[in-house]
């Protein structure tokens, strides 16, 4: 069955760096589309990356373009979310997700988009 486990999330200072890991199972890794969303309180969850595993192409969110970047280690069927120079409005659980097919700039970011999803990892930043 599909697994989806994150990992690496914690508390860092303002422009600080942390490295996310999503590591999922159970399904043909290269077909899926894996995403990064995050839920701060009192606010709706909003996507915030992107990776199509079809093609290697990857979207951000306009709030993390430029500071957070996604990559994937196909033999590890592992997607990462590297962030660097991190703001308190960072902090919020960021959440892992699959989608059985290639997503693209119109529907990458939404919710319905996808099938599975992990637990979530709390990300904090503050001084």
């Known amino acids: 069955h599909v697994q989806v486990v994150e990992s690496g999330g914690g508390l860092v200072q303002p422009g600080g760096s942390l490295r996310l890991s999503c590591v999922a199972s159970g399904f043909s890794f290269n077909l899926y589309s894996i995403g990064w969303f995050r839920q701060a309180p009192g606010k709706e969850r909003e996507g915030v990356s992107c990776?199509?595993?079809?093609?290697?192409?990857?979207y951000y969110a306009d709030s993390v373009k430029g500071r957070f970047t996604i990559s994937r280690d196909r033999g590890k069927n592992t997607v990462y979310l590297q962030m660097n120079s991190l703001k308190p409005e960072d902090t919020a659980v960021y959440y892992c997700a699959t989608a059985p097919r290639s997503l693209y700039s119109n529907n990458w970011s939404e919710e319905r988009a996808y099938d599975y999803w992990g637990q979530g990892t709390q990300v904090t930043v503050s001084s």
């Open positions: 990776f199509r595993n079809s093609d290697g192409t990857t």
